[in-house]
């Protein structure tokens, strides 16, 4: 019996870039968090605290940085692959490469009702993620791209019900026919290749996981999150594979009896923990396998 | 010399409650975290733990609740001022009430373009907060009201400069004709009396506030601040005092130089912390003294 | 009616200092995060951009990591002397400045029994804060010093009831002799002068009000807190008043009758949201004016 | 080309539950966060909303909450097994469950020198963490556990070097051989069988890791890791695995030479972001497959 070095990776994480588009009056903004890892021939560093082969952290991100000028910042995909090719690529230890990458949405504020040119208010809601996994070069490259959404909060006031369920000799839950469904979706999706446009398959996927959450009249959070996963598959054959993770945030009606109240579903507490939580996974059954694409480096994705 | 108890209150934080109205088929939806405090004769409970003049934390919770239902909560100003004035008129050891109120704000979701009557997503932006002040009741009823907004995030990306500053032997800052300006505003007003529209009036003054950020070509935040104070008291009467707390979120621009690349503000490293911290008071001369107004309770406003 | 420039102030926040003493083998060290703020001659800064008066919060930022080296870092108190007293005497339109001070405690880490001459962990507890606030300078400076703790996360399992209290028409919350106590405190005292002992003085506070909350029977929060703050006071000439904030983190008595599983103060839930919370100053009846003693600049203390 | 219902699970995530013991004048406390979480036939809920084989995740709260009390509490590895058994054993649709749990550690007080029996100090630093992911019933039962600990902030102020690493293009980065390494450890370890001790060898592993981080004299994070990690095989047998994830918290020695200060390793900047990220596995070669041990359900472990 031996002990040996296994799976090993490092990087920088969440370097926090913003880049701003002013060859024209009118500036464009992008505000991004970037991790990249890399994976390789990295024994010698572990074993005996060689550095030969390692890259520094520090120039992976000054590489991020640069890349935000030197590269297209068109979209976080395209983005992410020049960064993540490049380390395969030319950086000769370097044999897989991930990059990770959120980005928060920007709008223009309004001056007497025009657009300003130069001004913006962040955008709170949902945060567009992405993942680039490369791994071998030159003829032997496989590249997997995902894309994604989190922290999207969205709450149904009816049209959701809860019942029926098994019930076991800890089950004092009573069945309901009409409760608010609220939840903060994390949902990503694989891509099948990486010949996409990337930004209205986002603006269309988004559109419709909020559609189906809104319209399916929903027996179960588990009944919602697939109908949004196959409503995506069905629209975007680019897409291969959904993945959906959300937090059931519990608004619970609150008991105004005590005082004579009536309370018809009108008023909530609305519970911190715990929370149920939901993970459904829907995919075409000629998906190729997913690889290392689903393999997080950092909490951003 | 003696030991004595001095200013005390107590109260129940963070009530997060959502209130549906549900009468018409187009719901809608208010989003609350609620903190109400008491203060009065309660020295006893202070010096031997006597409870008699204690109306329970537990007790402050239920009320906010029911009267989520029983009075009106069409804006979070009118809502706090009915719950303030039951604690000082209908219990009687109360003497003074402080609420605190944040309110998320919720947008409906578009389905195939048109506004659907029960879902919605929740706006990430600003966050809009209030605080009601009472004390004395009857004829010596005493009442502050502030309203104000926080994490309201906004950005310029040029139109702002910064030079011409004290020199000590301490400082190194190069000055600047053009950066880019980010805060995370926290902005607050006092009113002169509670009898105010209180909706348009935010509306109104978020604007307001926006817009100077965007248009006024700053020389320093300080200068921002105050133009975007003063553009609130010049339009809206109501108000006596406006408060502005803006942290300075630092965009460094990013020295692309050791690798050959030009970086004429285009490339950024946002920075997390140490940030300047600007705070300023912009006033009317004749504003009535603001009493316990800013007095907070919790971390909420 | 004018509209004015009111109270102002502007400085640079959580400057993240580590200080290691590397004089001996054994190294020691102080971490901290540092905010200072300036009052003074800045109304040329709001109206017109007229910088001339103002040091830039870089500048301050420079003088906190300079001072960490040039002066005494033995305690925050007198480091944070030394910062305040610089700003209001060399500075020429500064006449006030206030330092807010957060200190994080590691411990040694043991090999083989022994302590470490060089490696540590950070001590998760309880956070020691200050601030030091001085006005005018030469024969009219005036100082307050405050120190303090914060994220003190105490409980007692035992020794604590709440009953007897004020029942109006929305109270249901059942008396109790016995229940979980716990809070995540915040105590602070203010100093008569600046001519203490300052680190034995913090660890005899501390002891004193772990002590106390251990040993009082309780009838009420309150009244705990009023004994802790009688005990600072009863031991210590040089603290003029205390401030104690504490949030009740409910532990509430979890409901296992449905499962036929008696439940006698054993299992508890932790819960989040709402928690009360409880606010008292305790003084002696001739202390001087607090002044702008607790008048905080940022969420730091 | 069809599209399915993939991967899929759900649960009730983050339970907080106290349990006190006090059968004892001297009380004991286990306070945790837990998560549980089902795999199973729940197609037909994801595809027609059929509950009747889901086990709502209300009861399965229910059900960490009563085992606090029904079963042993002595461990979190031995509760955890307990409970991940009762739901693949007891609720028929169910085929496998995973329970992943922090437990804080809490401190008595002393009162004169003397550990009080019922008043505790939580213990900030790291949390205790562990997973029991069952696949199978009866004789097809398999089972992993996993321990660990995470936010260990371990700090150095000598004995860390950086030299001698690949340079390209866009290295910028100086070598060192005398720097501060920081970081906020996550160690994880699965264990070959459940057959152990728990709490002697988390206390032992704690060590080891602890231990090993002060006295390698460390050319790079990545050995630093390893050492650690085969210190822990090297001494406990029943750890087939250890995984460890290391943000490298960067302590940059602030540049003092503009005010002729020198600065010999004595005086630093903490950087939030961003921050080198280290993870390593360190196994045994004939480690059994490690199956859904490393699987996580939520962000607790």
Redesign the interface.
């Known amino acids: 019996?031996?002990?040996?070095?296994?799976?090993?990776?490092?990087?920088?994480?969440?370097?926090?870039?913003?880049?701003?588009?002013?060859d024209q009056p009118r500036?464009e903004?992008r505000?991004l968090n970037v991790?990249t890892?890399l994976r390789g021939d990295?024994a010698a560093?572990?074993?005996?605290?060689?550095?030969?082969?390692?890259?520094?952290?520090?120039?992976q991100?000054?590489?991020a940085?640069?890349f935000?000028?030197?590269k297209s910042l068109e979209t976080i995909e395209a983005y992410g692959l020049e960064l993540a090719r490049h380390f395969v690529e030319?950086?000769a230890?370097v044999t897989g490469a991930r990059v990770e990458i959120e980005e928060y949405a920007?709008e223009r504020?309004?001056?007497?009702g025009v657009e300003?040119d130069?001004?913006?208010?962040?955008?709170?809601?949902?945060v567009r993620i992405a993942s680039i996994t490369i791994e071998g070069s030159g003829d032997d490259r496989r590249t997997w791209v995902t894309g994604g959404l989190k922290?999207?909060?969205?709450?149904?006031?009816?049209?959701s019900e809860?019942?029926?369920?098994?019930v076991?000799?800890?089950?004092?839950?009573e069945p309901t026919t009409d409760r608010?469904m609220a939840t903060s979706l994390v949902a990503r999706w694989r891509f099948a290749h990486a010949d996409v446009d990337w930004d209205p398959v986002y603006a269309g996927i988004r559109?419709l996981l909020?559609?189906r959450?809104?319209?399916v009249q929903?027996?179960?959070l588990?009944?919602t999150?697939?109908e949004m996963?196959?409503a995506v598959?069905?629209a975007y054959d680019e897409v291969a594979?959904v993945r959906l993770s959300a937090?059931?945030k519990h608004?619970f009606r609150?008991d105004?009896a005590?005082?004579g109240?009536?309370?018809?579903?009108?008023?909530?507490?609305?519970?911190?923990?715990?929370?149920?939580?939901?993970?459904?996974?829907?995919?075409?059954?000629?998906a190729a396998d997913a690889g290392p694409a689903w393999d997080a480096?950092?909490?951003l994705v």
């Open positions: 019996m031996a002990i040996i070095l296994g799976d090993n990776r490092y990087g920088k994480a969440e370097n926090r870039i913003v880049r701003i588009f002013r500036h903004i505000d991790s890892a990295f560093a572990h074993l005996v605290g060689d550095q030969a082969n390692v890259l520094p952290t520090d120039t991100k000054q590489t940085y640069a935000a000028k030197q030319d950086v230890p920007w504020v309004l001056v007497d300003d130069h001004t913006w208010v962040r955008r709170g809601q949902e922290d999207l909060v969205i709450l149904k006031s009816t049209g809860f019942h029926g369920f098994l076991d000799p800890y089950t004092v839950l608010i559109k909020v559609e959450y809104a319209t929903s027996l179960a588990q009944q999150l697939y996963g196959r598959l069905e594979e937090p059931n608004h609150y105004l005590p005082f109240i009536e309370n018809q579903g009108e008023v909530f507490h609305v519970d911190d923990r715990p929370y149920g939580l939901i993970q459904a996974t829907v995919l075409r059954d000629d480096y950092t909490g």
